[in-house]
């Protein structure tokens, strides 16, 4: 069914060989709009824009940022009603993967969505992105490491990035692939499913002959990311008990970014948001008399606690939560560490099997038969 | 002696909070209670529909308040009066154990146990061997903190 395709690229420029692939997917009707990585008119930074002009198309794919969550975005556009027009959805594989899991927990649908997933070479944060732009492109920061095989790059990328092995899309309709391609000349476009096909079996496009020097790449780079994965959970192997994670958490303010952020935190009020944690002045004092002071605003470890329980087993490590966090907490040193274990112990892997349910809601009579036994 | 050092003699006795399933559990201390069974005080009960409602946050939020331990009682696996409660708290209980131990914060002050309606000797024991164990891991350092 796999069905490898070539877009040639003209001077260099990889921007205008994907825009006009897509441009031609607008025009033949055969999507109706394209959520795509477009700049907005400052320029100054790449936003996702749901697209239905052709000719308003102006789309930097590969640009080294992710300032929201993608799948949040389809899930804005999909949740109240499934879309009845095909819309293409192009992006990275981390959102992929956080978009299959809102789709099991009912957030979003997938029905006329067409997802077209990106070779992923890494983003930076939304500051660095900024300031870099000033002085150049970004996009040719970390297409110069491409074409080189060099992580110069590196020292921008978020940490989350950094350490990420799962950099190509898995699960997608159609995938536009920069790995182990001579991106000067030409970039692959391969439809992996059926719909995927069906899109773009009528463009002409030449065959891809040669993609055994993409697969080596490929192989290399997640080798290479998993061997740093592995370093950056050894590092952080254990975080010193509560008083590790109390100085861990010590600059946050309890904004509660984080969850508003991250792709898989969809709860409609959170329960930190209510007021259940609301208590008259005299539990406050009280509250103060048993341990002679307490720091306000309370329960923040309880807020990032119970938060890591409901959604670590759905966790696509995108690291949002840490470019979303105003105090700079390095979260990823905590989630990252965290999600590996929890989703080791279920052997559940976000946006692995779309038909998987997620484990919470799951269960087996004969597996875990020693707990809640002497 | 001083009032002072008389406390620091006495001998640590533990606070535990108890979520006990409406149907079994629950059911089970009250058995325990009629039929005079002896057992120590440092449980507080809180009376849940299913162990299967009680959600980390419940446990999480006694551990970071100071409680020294945190028990959750439910229906024996197939016994569940919601049918599938306790299979899901079991998993549940799996997840939060596997997150404590990531981060480095003492899993063994908080139990699960299956304890049926008729069981009421069982509480009581699992209640003195609950309260044993803790006070052999001592006082709960988060109740000391004020920075949380």
């Known amino acids: 069914m796999t069905k490898q395709k070539i877009l040639k690229v003209k001077n260099g420029d990889i921007n205008s060989a994907v825009n006009d692939f897509l441009k031609e997917l607008l025009k033949s009707g055969k999507l109706s709009a394209l959520l795509v990585p477009q700049a907005v008119p ?33 899930s804005k556009i999909t949740k109240f009603q499934p879309s009845d027009k095909p819309i293409g959805v192009v992006i990275h594989p981390c959102q992929i993967r956080a978009l299959h899991e809102l789709v099991k927990l009912n957030q979003a649908s997938l029905n006329n969505i067409i997802i077209i997933g990106m070779d992923c070479m890494g983003t930076f944060s939304v500051k660095t992105y900024t300031d870099l732009a000033e002085k150049k492109n970004p996009l040719d920061i970390i297409l110069d490491d491409l074409k080189s095989n060099t992580d110069k790059s590196e020292q921008y990328l978020r940490s989350a990035c950094v350490v990420c092995n799962q950099p190509v ?7 536009i692939g920069v790995f182990g391609m001579d991106t000067s000349k030409e970039i692959l476009v391969e439809a992996v499913s059926e719909s995927g096909s069906k899109i773009i079996d009528d463009l002409k496009l030449e065959s891809a002959k040669d993609v055994k020097k993409r697969e080596k790449h490929i192989k290399d780079l997640i080798d290479s990311r998993t061997k740093k994965l592995e370093a950056f959970i050894k590092d952080r192997k254990k975080h010193g008990g509560i008083d590790g994670l109390t100085s861990f958490f010590d ?9 508003k952020v991250c792709p898989i935190c969809y709860c409609r009020e959170c329960l930190f948001d209510s007021s259940v944690f609301d208590a008259e002045a005299y ?63 279920f052997k559940y892997y976000p946006g692995k099997d779309p038909k998987e349910k997620v484990p919470m809601v799951v269960y087996r009579e004969d597996e875990y038969v020693d707990v809640g036994e002497k | 002696m001083s009032e002072e050092k008389k406390s620091e003699t006495k001998e640590f006795e533990p606070k535990i909070v108890g979520f006990l399933c409406n149907w079994c559990s629950y059911a089970g201390a009250d058995l325990a209670g009629t039929s005079r069974i002896q057992y120590p005080p440092n449980v507080r009960i809180i009376r849940v529909m299913c162990s299967g409602s009680v959600d980390s946050m419940y446990i999480l939020r006694a551990l970071l308040e100071g409680a020294d331990g945190v028990f959750v009682g439910g229906c024996h696996p197939g ?37 049926s309606a008729s069981e009421g000797q069982k509480f009581a024991d699992t209640m003195r061997d609950m309260t044993d164990a803790i006070k052999k891991l001592g006082p709960n350092p988060i109740a000391k903190k004020w920075n949380i």
């Open chain 1, 42 to 74: 400052s320029k100054k930074v790449v936003f996702p824009v749901l697209v239905s002009d052709p000719n308003k198309l102006d789309a930097n794919v590969f640009a080294p940022l992710l300032p929201v969550s993608t799948a949040k975005m389809i």
């Open chain 1, 169 to 175: 899309p898995v699960n997608a309709d159609i995938i």
């Open chain 1, 251 to 259: 600059k946050c303010v309890n904004c509660h970014n984080c969850m």
């Open chain 1, 283 to 345: 539990k406050y004092v009280k509250k103060s008399e048993s341990k002679g002071l307490f720091k306000m605003p309370t329960d923040s470890i309880l807020f990032h606690l119970g938060r890591m329980n409901h959604m670590i087993l759905s966790c696509v490590k995108c690291g949002l939560c840490e470019q979303g966090c105003p105090m700079d907490i390095d979260l990823m040193d905590v989630f990252i560490p965290t999600a590996e274990n929890a989703q080791k112990e």
């Open chain 2, 79 to 115: 016994d569940c009066h919601y049918i599938d409660g306790n299979y899901k708290a079991r998993r549940r209980m799996v997840l939060l154990e596997n997150i404590l131990d990531t981060l480095g914060i003492e899993k063994e002050r908080v139990w699960i146990r299956w304890i």
